[in-house]
């Protein structure tokens, strides 16, 4: 059964940082493209950051130039540096495949939630 577990969020100020970290079990990991969405409350789930099965990432807009996406595939997982911290920023974040890739998801993790204060 595969299995996403987020962690790492938390209450940080305008400015700060957060590394978030996502383990992937039970299935396999090396070759898929991964990336980092987030969620606030009513809206859709939005994809902040993505890296191919070759380390190369891209970014969204809002969060290029402050957040970096990394790989460890001996450890199956993906973690997302998150710096300069904005207000904007809260959301919860999950971790999956990258959905422009692929149509069928791993089952989504519990997310890590994210609140940045101003």
């Known amino acids: 059964q595969v299995q996403l577990v987020e962690s790492g969020g938390g209450l940080v100020q305008t400015g700060g940082s957060l590394r978030l970290s996502c383990v992937v079990s039970?299935?396999?990991?090396?070759?898929?493209?991964m990336a980092w969405y987030r969620q606030t409350p009513g809206n859709q789930r939005e994809l902040v950051a993505r890296i191919d099965s070759r380390n190369n990432p891209t970014y969204a807009d809002s969060v290029k130039g402050r957040f970096t996406i990394s790989r460890m595939n001996v450890r199956k997982t993906v973690s997302l540096q998150m710096d300069s911290l904005k207000p904007e920023d809260t959301a919860v974040y999950f971790c999956?495949?990258?959905?422009?890739?692929?149509?069928?998801?791993?089952?989504w993790g519990q997310g890590t939630q994210v609140t940045v204060s101003s």
């Open positions: 039970g299935s396999s990991f090396t070759g898929f493209a």
């Open positions: 999956n495949k990258d959905q422009r890739v692929y149509s069928n998801l791993f089952p």
